[in-house]
Every structure is written in structure tokens, then in C-alpha cells.
């Protein structure tokens, strides 16, 4: 009877064991999935790779015109006062966590929105989840009045978001032009596809993905127009695109 006691004992504690080493590593997988996220607080005096990689983003936004050299000096310090100003923030010109959050808006979205065998990885917080789309799939012609152009009716097309219609979840330059790259989805993207099959770059479908065809018809036409050929719409392509779009009287 003792020795049929031991062995129940010690075949409970042994389970007991298992379960314990079993769950202890999937508490820390899933903890580990948030870290990537933290990025650290940055001001004056600051140094290295998060500080370039903060000069990138504000200029790609529009607020900072000096060189990306991760040295985070008086000029990067006015380019995030006049960030946090824009986004409502007290502009002090310290990069804290809710800074790094309106400059890259939903992290954690990016996983769970890409299908990784569709679209390529694309860099934290460009990704497009449209939350309001509207009614018709294309902007509505305007109807012409004596004298204009129809140029002039491609421009109204092709203007910047105004601030009570852009994307939560998109950047957007100080213009309320959005910033698309690989990987965004949505009615803005619609928009910038439009755009490149008036200037003839774009040949495939106008779907809304911003995928590798969009991404390769970007690239030509930036090549054509003396741009930077990064594949990325910012506001300096959308206004080089928008002043060439084809003139018909």
C-alpha cells in the first residue's frame, strides 16, 4: 500500500512538471512579441540608430529638412516640437513613448492585417485599415463649366486629404498628402493608383493594394520625373506626379 502511494504521488508531481514547463515558455513568446515595439525617449543630446530613424520619419512627414546623421541636435529638437504641435501634443520637443506612437500609429496592426505569403514585410506602422471608405469607388467627375479644362477637373481629383477625412491609421504629410509604400490598402491607395494610370505608368487593375506592381510603377515614374526612385508616395511625389498630369482642352 505505501509503495502504491509513492508511485501516485510521483506520477501527479511529474504531470504537475510538465504542464508547468509547458505553459512557462508561451507566457514568454507571447511577451516577446510586444518588445519589438518599445522604442526608447530621445531629446537633445541623444545619439545612434532610433535618433536616424526618427530624423527619417520627420522628414518623410515634412517637418524636418536637415541630414539623417542620428545626432539629435537643435534642428531635430524644432522638428518634433512642430510634430508634437501638429498631432496635439505639449511640443517640448522630448520623444517619448506617445510621440513614437503618432509617428508610427498602430504597430501591432501590421501582424495581424498582411498575410505574409501575399505581401512582403514592410516597415512598422505603414500599414492601411481603412475605417471609413466611402460610398462610390472613385471620385465623382466634376461637371464642366464653360473654359475649364479638364485638367483642371484631374486636379480636383488629385488634392490633398483634408484633415477630417484622413486615415487614422496612415501618415500624412503637413499638406494632407498620405504616404503609401508596399504593403498599404485602402481608398488612398485607390486614389494614387488612379493617379499613375493617368500618367500612363500603371497597366494592371485598380484595386486598392498597394502591391509590387504599384510599388514598380511608382519607382518608373519617379525615375522619369527626377525623383528619388524609393517606391514611396510621399507628399514631394504626389505633388511631382499631380503637376503632370496630361493637359486636354
Do not use: C, H
Not at 504537475?16 to 516577446?32: D, F, L, N, R, W
Not at 498582411?114 to 512598422?124: D, F
Amino acid at each position: 500500500m505505501y509503495y502504491l502511494l509513492l508511485y501516485t504521488a510521483t506520477s501527479i508531481l511529474i504531470g504537475t512538471y510538465a504542464i508547468v514547463a509547458i505553459a512557462v515558455p508561451t507566457k514568454i513568446a507571447q511577451v516577446s512579441t510586444v518588445g519589438n515595439i518599445n522604442r526608447p525617449t530621445l531629446k537633445v543630446g541623444s545619439q545612434g540608430e532610433r535618433v536616424s530613424e526618427l530624423q527619417a520619419a520627420l522628414k518623410l512627414l515634412g517637418f524636418y529638412t536637415g541630414a539623417v546623421d542620428g545626432v539629435y541636435q537643435e534642428a531635430t529638437a524644432r522638428a518634433v516640437s512642430q510634430f508634437k504641435q501638429a498631432a496635439g501634443l505639449n511640443p517640448d520637443g522630448v520623444v517619448d513613448a506617445i510621440t513614437w506612437q503618432k509617428l508610427f500609429p498602430n504597430v501591432s496592426i501590421v501582424a495581424t492585417n498582411i498575410s505574409s505569403s501575399s505581401v512582403p514585410p514592410i516597415p512598422t506602422g505603414s500599414l492601411t485599415v481603412p475605417t471609413r471608405i466611402n460610398n462610390t469607388s472613385a471620385p465623382k467627375p466634376i461637371a464642366p463649366k464653360p473654359n475649364v479644362t479638364s485638367r483642371n477637373q484631374n486636379n480636383t481629383a488629385f488634392q490633398p486629404t483634408p484633415l477630417n477625412q484622413q486615415n487614422p491609421n496612415i501618415q500624412y504629410t503637413k499638406e494632407g498628402w498620405p504616404i503609401l509604400r508596399l504593403g498599404n490598402r485602402g481608398s488612398e491607395v485607390v486614389k494614387l493608383q488612379k493617379l499613375l494610370q493617368n500618367l500612363g505608368f500603371l497597366k494592371g487593375s485598380i484595386d486598392g493594394d498597394f502591391g509590387i506592381t504599384t510599388e514598380a510603377a511608382v519607382k518608373a515614374a519617379q525615375i522619369r520625373y527626377g525623383l528619388q526612385p524609393d517606391g514611396i508616395a510621399g507628399g514631394a511625389t504626389w505633388e511631382a506626379f499631380v503637376r503632370r498630369l496630361p493637359q486636354a482642352r
